[in-house]
């Protein structure tokens, strides 16, 4: 873990509710999967954000306005510094993906397989994803994956793409290891609906973000673990449901 200062050079909407955020400064020693935890003026508890892209001395933030803290986010101008902690949780493994990787986000879960899809395109795997979102209005950063591999994108409502969840594309899929992220049901379901083994990472509140307490755990195999610091990233062997 490490605390920087970090300048806005954009904040954007990609769609009505979610924002893409780029901050310039020191984001050496980030990988995919991990996150990073946000000062917000007025809020007592730092808000973590999922890391989706990272350039040289750029890091790429895409996020949800869901409350308060993000709410502040969304207002916030070019220009301003923001007070982040980076580094923060384990990521994601490259080392078992296998020739085909399958990498599978819903909603904001897509944006942490981004940074994770580019690392596996610089060792020539053959890449496939599928992005889950409830409605055609909601979609995102489809062309992005498309750059990087073979794109399925599923929609509840059927208003574009394939029409239910994530789980209704598998059948279009032939893959040798899956990375995930997304909310529980989702990864619940993929892992019951995938015979190959695979790496889930969970979108929980947290309290500190970093371990101190306790706030977002998970029962897995060999005792509760910690999402912020044990996690975000699960193998799917070792929870339990």
């Known amino acids: 873990m ?24 020191d984001v050496s020693d980030i990988k995919a999967g991990q996150f990073v935890n946000i000062k917000i003026d007025g809020e007592y508890l730092r808000r973590p954000i999922s890391v989706c892209d990272l350039g040289k001395n750029t890091l790429t933030l895409i996020y949800k306005v869901v409350g308060k803290g ?4 969304a ?22 993906a296998g020739e085909r ?13 981004y940074l994770l899809a580019k690392e596996l395109k610089k060792q020539g795997k053959d890449i496939t994803v599928i992005l889950g979102f409830n409605t055609k209005d909601e979609i995102f950063y489809e062309k992005e994956f498309s750059r990087l591999g073979k794109v399925f994108v599923t929609t509840v409502d059927g208003s574009y793409g394939i029409k239910g969840f994530v789980t209704n ?18 990864l619940k379901a993929l892992s019951n609906a995938t015979k190959i083994s695979g ?26 673990k910690r999402i912020c610091k044990e996690g975000p990233v699960m193998k799917k062997e070792e929870i339990i449901w």
Not at 2 to 25: A, P, R, S, W, Y
């Open 2 to 25: 490490k605390q920087v200062f970090l300048k806005i050079t954009k904040n954007e909407h990609l769609t009505k509710d979610v924002l893409k955020m780029v901050l310039k400064g």
């Open 70 to 73: 993000t709410e502040i986010m």
């Open 75 to 96: 207002n916030m101008k070019k220009g301003e510094v923001l007070d982040v902690l980076t580094g923060l949780g384990n990521g994601y493994d490259l080392s078992c």
């Open 101 to 113: 990787p399958l990498l599978v986000g819903g909603g904001v879960g897509v944006p942490p397989l």
């Open 169 to 186: 594309a598998l059948e279009n899929v032939d893959a040798t290891y899956f990375y995930s992220c997304g909310p529980e049901p989702m």
């Open 199 to 224: 790496e889930l990472s969970f979108e929980e509140r947290m309290g500190c973000g970093f371990g101190a307490c306790m706030g977002c755990s998970c029962k897995t195999l060999t005792g509760n």
